[in-house]
C-alpha cells in the first residue's frame, strides 16, 4: 500500500520561504514522476511543479517559475517543494502526487496522492 505524508506547512508572511516535505512510503519516487498540486476553495487543483524521474527535469506553473524549486532525495524516498518569497496567493493546501511514466500536469493522472499540508501566507 503507497501512502504519501505532507508536512512542512503553516502559517507565515509575504515574502517569507517554506519548505514542503512529502515522505513516500510502498512506492519507490525514484521509479515516478512526482509531482506538486494545490487548491485553495472553490477553484479546481492547479499544478505547481514536477520532476520527472528520469532524468530529473522539472516544471513549474508560470505562477511560481522563479520562486518555488522541486528537489526529490532518492535515498530518502522523499519529495520537497521549496517556496521563496511567497505570497497571499499562494494560500492553498498543497499535494504531492505520484505516477508512473512522463509527467503530467492533470491530478487525475497521478494514482498516488497525499492529503495534503495547509500553506497561509498573510499580507
Known amino acids: 500500500q503507497a501512502h504519501l505524508v505532507e508536512s512542512g506547512g503553516g502559517l507565515v508572511q509575504a515574502g517569507d520561504s517554506l519548505r514542503l516535505s512529502c515522505a513516500a512510503s510502498?512506492?519507490?519516487?525514484?521509479?515516478?514522476?512526482m509531482a506538486w498540486f494545490r487548491q485553495t476553495p472553490g477553484i479546481d487543483r492547479e499544478f505547481v511543479a514536477m520532476?520527472?524521474?528520469?532524468?530529473?527535469?522539472?516544471r513549474y506553473s508560470d505562477s511560481v517559475q522563479g520562486r518555488f524549486t522541486i528537489s526529490r532525495d532518492n535515498a530518502k524516498n522523499t519529495l520537497y517543494l521549496m517556496m521563496t518569497n511567497l505570497k497571499p496567493e499562494d494560500s492553498a493546501v498543497y499535494y504531492c502526487?505520484?505516477?508512473?511514466?512522463?509527467?503530467?500536469?492533470?491530478?487525475?493522472?497521478?494514482?498516488?496522492r497525499g492529503q495534503g499540508t495547509q500553506v497561509t501566507v498573510s499580507s
Open positions: 502526487a505520484a505516477r508512473r511514466g512522463t509527467y503530467s500536469i492533470t491530478w487525475g493522472m497521478y494514482i498516488y
Open positions: 510502498g512506492i519507490h519516487i525514484r521509479e515516478h514522476s
Open positions: 520532476i520527472d524521474s528520469t532524468p530529473s527535469t522539472a
